[in-house]
């Protein structure tokens, strides 16, 4: 190699290294992040999600009927331009049902998933750090409730929150996944 290309090879070094000493080193979630967002399939996600959430909670502002209104002349038809998904047999708009629903189960999910994760890290941490007996009754007890599938769990216990809110079923969804 002449002099001339060691120089070269040189002052392409330094330049490089210039470049990685001054920018910074991408954390963790700065590299998923820009990995993401160069994905369309996230964007397209993003989109269907935030679609969902506004269309559970700004719909029924827009809609002019709600769960509890009552159309005496429309029970139970089909769809029809006054009621989309048509009535039930009480006169109620099915669409308007929906959407309540609609919030109802958004709200369970967004709850109930990181409860589980709470829930599970707490009786695994309890488990883990008192040992021994506990930790083996523990374990035995969560293996248990991984053999016997959720459903027949819920409709052991659905007398007992018959009359209960919607919410406590929010907690039994979050103790039981």
């Given amino acids: 190699m002449s002099v001339?290309?060691?120089?070269?090879?040189?002052?392409?070094?330094?330049?490089?290294?210039?470049?990685?000493?001054?920018?910074?080193?991408?954390s963790r979630s700065g590299l998923?992040?820009?990995?993401?967002k160069k994905m369309p399939r996230f964007w397209i996600?993003?989109?269907?999600?935030?679609?969902?959430?506004l269309w559970a909670f700004v719909g029924p502002l827009v809609y002019p009927w709600s769960i509890t209104d009552r159309?005496?002349?429309?029970?139970g038809m089909g769809p029809t331009m006054i009621h989309w998904f048509g009535t039930n047999s009480i006169g109620q708009d099915i669409y308007a049902q929906?959407?309540?629903?609609?919030?109802?189960?958004?709200?369970?999910?967004?709850?109930?998933g990181p409860t589980a994760t709470?829930?599970?890290a707490l009786v695994g941490s309890t488990a883990g750090y008192i040992?021994?007996?506990?930790?083996?009754?523990?374990?035995?007890?969560?293996?248990?409730?991984?053999?016997?599938?959720?459903?027949?769990?819920f409709i052991?216990?659905?007398?007992?929150?018959?009359?209960?809110?919607?919410?406590?079923?929010?907690?039994?969804?979050a103790l039981f996944s």
Avoid at 32 to 36: H, P
Avoid at 156 to 173: A, D, Q
């Fill in 45 to 53: 996600g993003i989109v269907v999600v935030v679609a969902i959430i």
């Fill in 71 to 75: 159309d005496p002349l429309n029970m």
């Fill in 131 to 153: 040992g021994g007996w506990v930790d083996r009754v523990i374990q035995w007890i969560i293996l248990l409730l991984l053999v016997i599938p959720a459903f027949f769990l």
């Fill in 118 to 120: 709470i829930i599970a």
């Fill in 32 to 36: 998923v992040w820009s990995r993401l």
């Fill in 4 to 26: 001339m290309q060691e120089k070269a090879i040189e002052e392409s070094l330094e330049s490089v290294s210039d470049v990685t000493q001054t920018r910074k080193p991408l």
């Fill in 156 to 173: 052991l216990l659905s007398p007992l929150i018959k009359g209960l809110s919607w919410v406590v079923l929010m907690f039994y969804i």
């Fill in 98 to 112: 929906t959407l309540a629903g609609l919030q109802k189960s958004l709200v369970i999910g967004l709850v109930a």
